[in-house]
């Protein structure tokens, strides 16, 4: 009988411990997610923003090339062309 009692508080004794194990490497987990998000947050905002920025203003450079090339070899001057070139020009002249 007193042996069958120190089997069932030891077995107690161990799912306790393996509770606390299992608590503790959860929220360690949930910490170090909480970390993870905000370095992926952080990634995003610092290096892929100004990256896509680039890139748009990559794509209306070519569109300006585009049209400005058309522009020459067709022999005729677009006014309107100017203007867009104008306007875009002073868009992203504050990026760089």
Known sequence: MLKNIK???LLF???AI????LIGISLLGI???KTLSGDM?????ERMLPS???KLIETEFYK???SLAQMVYSNNYDSTLRT???QTKAKYRQFI
């Open 64 to 66: 300006i090339r585009l």
């Open 84 to 86: 867009e070139y104008r």
């Open 52 to 54: 896509l920025e680039l």
């Open 18 to 21: 393996m509770g606390f194990s």
């Open 31 to 33: 910490n170090n997610m």
């Open 41 to 45: 947050n952080n990634l995003y905002n």
């Open 7 to 9: 089997m069932t508080s």
């Open 13 to 15: 004794t161990l799912v």
